[in-house]
C-alpha cells in the first residue's frame, strides 16, 4: 500500500513521502497562481481550478486567497462560493455537495495527530525535515449548507443538507440536515424545517 493510499484510508502515513511531497509542491504552485491571477479573468481562474482540485461542477467561485494541502482531494457540487482567506486541509476527502456557501476565514481539516507527544513524534528525517505521525477522516457537507465565518470544521464530520453553522463554530461531530448550529463545540440550536 502507498503511503498516498494510506493517507486516504485513515492509516498511519508517511507526510514526508516522495509522492505526497510532489503534489503538495505541485498544489502549491497552482495556489500562488490563482491567488495572483486578476479576478475578472474567469478562464484562467477556472483553468487552474480545474487542475487543482479533484472534481468540481458548474458555477464555482473561490476568492483568493485561498489555501489547501493537495487539492486533488477537495471536491465541489455545482453552484458553490468560497469566499476569502479559507484553509482547506485535504489530506483526504472534501466534499462539498450543490450551492454551498462557504463565508471568509472558514478552516476545515482532515488530518489530526496522536494527542500524545511521544505517539506523534518521529524520527524519519525527510528533506531535512522530521515530519510527524498523521492520520486522517474524510469531511462531508451537504447540499445547501452554509458555514459561518471563521468557523472550523475537525477531521471525520458530516454536516447535512440545509444546515447553516455560525460564525466562529467549531464543529467536532456531526451536524443533521435541517439545522442552525454553532457554539464551540458546535451544537444544534434549532430545527429549520
Known amino acids: 500500500m502507498t503511503e498516498k493510499e494510506k493517507m486516504l484510508s485513515g492509516e498511519f502515513y508517511d507526510c514526508g513521502d516522495a509522492e505526497l511531497i ?4 505541485v498544489a502549491k504552485k497552482l ?36 489555501f489547501c494541502d493537495y487539492g486533488e482531494n477537495i471536491h465541489f457540487g455545482d453552484n458553490c462560493e468560497v469566499n476569502f ?15 454551498a456557501l462557504i463565508a471568509p476565514n472558514v478552516q476545515i481539516y482532515t488530518v489530526f495527530h496522536p494527542v500524545v507527544a511521544e505517539s506523534r513524534l518521529c524520527n524519519d528525517d525527510h528533506q531535512g525535515f522530521p ?24 477531521p471525520g464530520v458530516s454536516i447535512g443538507d440545509n444546515t447553516t453553522i455560525g ?14 448550529a454553532f457554539g464551540n463545540p458546535c451544537k444544534v440550536i434549532r430545527k429549520l424545517k
Open 167 to 180: 460564525a466562529g463554530s467549531v464543529v467536532t461531530s456531526n451536524i443533521p440536515d435541517h439545522v442552525l
Open 131 to 154: 515530519f510527524i505521525k498523521a492520520q486522517t477522516l474524510p469531511v462531508i457537507l451537504g447540499n445547501n449548507v452554509w458555514i459561518g465565518g471563521g468557523a472550523i470544521i475537525l
Open 85 to 99: 482567506n479559507c484553509v482547506f486541509l485535504d489530506c483526504n476527502r472534501i466534499v462539498i455537495g450543490n450551492n
Open 31 to 66: 495556489l500562488k497562481e490563482y491567488n495572483q491571477t486578476s479576478t475578472t479573468n474567469r478562464k484562467k481562474l477556472n483553468g487552474i481550478l480545474t487542475e487543482l482540485l479533484g472534481s468540481r461542477g458548474k458555477n464555482l467561485w473561490i476568492t483568493a486567497p485561498f
Open 22 to 25: 510532489k503534489r503538495w509542491h
